[in-house]
């Protein structure tokens, strides 16, 4: 028992005296937290998500810091577990006293986070990739204190659009294929919502888990509605498998596909050929001056297209903070929250991504004038819940399989959208 | 200071959850033999039972005939709830699986852990699938004012049901019912043959080590107060056989060390990371991360291969 009371001591000793001496000074550098994938699950997806991040950071820095402060950021790697990503968030608040966290990617992390952690402690949490409506559902019954901030649009945009997309095709009868997580859950009833709402009727629909090797059994299921059209909710390598299998089973090739599988790995799997009738839909702010800079400056640092999903909100995820640090009396978790809205003020001077353009931020602040920050995903805005809208668009395949954008849908006929199946 | 030592609190009720865990988990292994390779299905189990026993309504999707939730039954029913739930399934299971051994059980439990994943995920009427099982009444939080306070309090909560399970292990894995475990995990023939029931025994011992897995699931369901299929992955199962190892397994009190130096070095190694590594090398960080907890793991095996405390000699207090 002894050695259990000394080994006990001295994890505890050392517990405290490793942060202690990172935590000596308070003002400068002003510390800003981060809690991603590296490892784990997400890692594909997390570690260039770290690097949008961590490159969002030295752009800051270059261009002067924050109240003339470097922005240290301290990445923790959450291995894609939930009780790692909960202890480093605790850690991050209670001993290096971040007052904004950078992440989590899932869901599942996030929804404890903000319903304890950040309402409890007073840090924002700002995340690039976390889609679950429930922490829509937490913002309103005021349960995450709106300290809950998310870059990229939840399912409902997706689902909407989708449905109105299917109509406009002149579709009644799609079946749905989707990915058993609570993405393609929510797209999928959202979707089912909405297409029933503008007159459409869900044929069947087939869930399935993901990263198995056949989904025969799923599609065989989706077929028997007698479908005029098909959803697929789905990421690329399940996405790939499910398409062939329903091709190959005498599926129609009047297809819809969401955002995720806008991937060469996906076109290419499946061949161009088939995918002549696919539309896909994705959010249009992946296009402009703005995230034209973000892409070229991406390429310069890292040599390579920015590809995967979750860069460009990561990295606005990054600037939206540490821009409302900038404008905030006092760097602390609620002035960040209330500053978070201004730094996106809607008749403000545009400043766009990059050091140049947070220098200009910084300079605009410092005379007192409203900025207007558009960002790697183009120009952005928070609700009341602290998430995002933002135009879409579809996208077609040619017969070289490029991918060929079209159908824009301003933020306006979004919102039409949303009242006209809300009521 | 008062951070640190939040910090402190935090990181010691998720210690004694572990511990609760790898105590089960331990009179399995350590002391009968069994190797139980699907832990965070039982650990899911007493979770969800937890959540659907005391959690509030979910909200039901438009495709869902029902929704079994609401029951909202207090604190202490649905931790008793949670026993009884992961200890009749461990019950159906083990009578099933009494008779096989080692490396075939492990598959058989690793392939039950899967089946309750996804049972989670696809089962929403009853867990909520997906879309996570939030608001789950957390006790003690409304009665404090502060969440230090409320943390404090479950920590000692938490030490007082980790003292309990401990304690009451200890009795029993040094009566003549623990002696026959440790028999019949040295050589079950030999036991059989002085008229012990070998399966009985290791059946036994499978329940009360799961519904102990059960618990601490449930304790962690009531402390986060929201759950989700991807909480309970197959590296927690991992996770809590290391903290086993790294004890010292058959000792209960390798155990409760275990769990405290294998969460400890999994945490303090991120925190460590984020500080040494250079900021350009903060992504690449991740691995560092992984490789250092791999090494330690490979260093206990090979420089002390029965873990830090290993298994007492003696099988009785009455034996010299």
């Not at chain 1, 800003?32 to 770290?50: D, E, Q, V, W």
């Not at chain 1, 995820?317 to 500053?339: C, F, H, P, Y």
């Not at chain 2, 005939?65 to 299971?93: E, M, R, T």
């Not at chain 2, 791999?294 to 090979?302: A, I, P």
Request: hydrophobic letters at 50%.
């Amino acid at each position: 028992m002894k050695f259990v009371f000394r080994a006990f001591t001295l994890t505890a000793l050392l517990l405290l005296a490793l942060p202690m001496a990172a935590n000596a000074q308070q003002t400068c550098p002003i510390k800003l937290g981060g809690i991603l994938p590296i490892t784990g699950s997400l890692a594909s997806i997390g570690k260039p998500i770290s690097d949008a991040a961590q490159m969002a950071v030295d752009d800051i820095n270059k261009a002067g810091g924050i109240k003339g402060c470097q922005v240290e950021f301290i990445l923790r790697d959450d291995q894609t577990q939930t009780p790692v990503a909960l202890d480093a968030a605790k850690f991050l608040i209670e001993v290096q006293r971040v007052p904004a966290i950078i992440g989590p990617v899932p869901s599942a992390a996030a929804i404890p986070m903000a319903s304890t952690f950040a309402v409890q402690s007073k840090v924002v949490l700002s995340t690039c990739c976390a889609t679950s409506p429930t922490l829509t559902t937490l913002a309103q019954e005021g349960k995450s204190g709106g300290y809950f901030f998310r870059t990229l649009p939840t399912t409902k945009t997706q689902a909407y659009s989708l449905a109105r997309i299917a109509i406009e095709a002149g579709y009644r009868r799609t079946s749905v294929v989707w990915a058993n997580n609570d993405n393609g859950r929510f797209t999928f009833s959202d979707f089912q919502k909405a297409f029933e709402k503008l007159g459409g009727k869900v044929a069947a629909d087939a869930s399935f888990n993901e990263n198995q090797p056949s989904y025969r059994a799923e599609v065989q299921k989706a077929l028997g509605g007698n479908p005029d059209s098909v959803l697929f909710i789905a990421f690329p390598q399940d996405g790939a498998t499910v398409v062939r299998e329903w091709l190959q089973l005498g599926g129609t090739q009047n297809m819809l596909v969401i955002n995720g599988l806008r991937s060469e790995e996906f076109i290419k799997a499946v061949g161009p050929r088939f995918l002549q009738k696919m539309i896909g839909y994705d959010v249009a702010q992946v296009k402009g001056p703005s995230v034209d800079a973000f892409n070229a400056a991406w390429n310069t640092k890292f040599g390579r297209a920015p590809a995967t999903p979750g860069l460009h909100s990561t990295y606005d995820s990054v600037m939206v903070v540490a821009l409302a640090m900038q404008l905030a009396k006092e760097v602390n978790g609620t002035e960040i929250r209330d500053n978070m809205r201004k730094a996106l003020t809607l008749n403000g001077e545009v400043v766009f991504p990059g050091s140049d353009g947070f220098k200009k931020a910084s300079d605009l602040i410092k005379a007192g004038k409203a900025i207007r920050y558009v960002g790697a995903t183009g120009p952005l805005q928070y609700d009341q819940y602290g998430d995002v809208s933002a135009p879409t668009m579809q996208w077609k395949i040619d017969a070289d399989g490029k991918i060929v954008e079209g159908g824009t849908r301003t933020l306006d006929q979004v919102q039409e959208l949303f009242k006209q199946v809300d009521g | 200071m008062i951070g640190e030592l939040s910090y402190l609190i935090f990181f010691l009720i998720f210690v004694s959850i572990f511990a609760i865990a790898v105590l089960g988990l331990n009179l399995q292994w350590g002391f009968t033999g069994q190797f139980n390779a699907g832990v965070v299905g039982f650990f899911a189990v007493g979770a969800y039972a937890m959540a659907i026993l005391t959690g509030p309504t979910q909200p039901r999707l438009p495709d869902q005939a029902f929704q079994v939730s609401g029951i909202g039954l207090p604190f202490a029913l649905g931790l008793l709830g949670a026993i009884g739930v992961s200890a009749a399934i461990a019950y159906v299971i083990g009578l099933v699986t009494v008779r096989l051994r080692h490396d075939y059980l492990a598959i058989t439990t690793f392939g039950i852990a899967i089946v309750i994943h996804l049972v989670t995920i696809n089962f929403e009427s009853l867990t909520a699938g997906t879309l996570g099982f939030v608001g789950i009444p957390r006790p003690l939080a409304s009665t404090f004012a502060t969440p230090f306070a409320h943390n404090v309090a479950y920590l000692a909560m938490m030490f007082a049901i980790t003292g309990a399970v401990f304690w009451g292990l200890e009795r029993i894995v040094r009566s003549p019912w623990g002696r026959v475990l440790k028999a019949v995990r040295e050589d079950d023939v030999a036991a059989i043959a002085v008229g012990k029931n070998a399966d009985r025994y290791r059946l036994e011992a499978f329940v009360i080590g799961c519904a102990l897995m059960g618990l601490a699931g449930a304790l962690y369901a009531a402390y986060i107060g929201s759950i989700s299929p991807f909480d309970f992955l197959p590296i927690m199962t991992f996770q809590i056989w290391t903290m086993m190892i790294v004890g010292g397994s058959g000792n209960n009190r390798g155990a409760l060390l275990g769990a405290l130096v294998v969460w400890g070095l999994w945490t303090s190694s991120g925190a460590l990371v984020s500080q040494v590594v250079p900021a350009k090398f903060q992504a690449q960080g991740g691995a560092i991360q992984v490789i250092l907890i791999g090494l330690v793991l490979v260093g206990t095996l090979l420089f002390r291969p029965r873990g830090l405390i290993g298994e007492e000699p003696k099988v009785s207090r009455y034996v010299d």
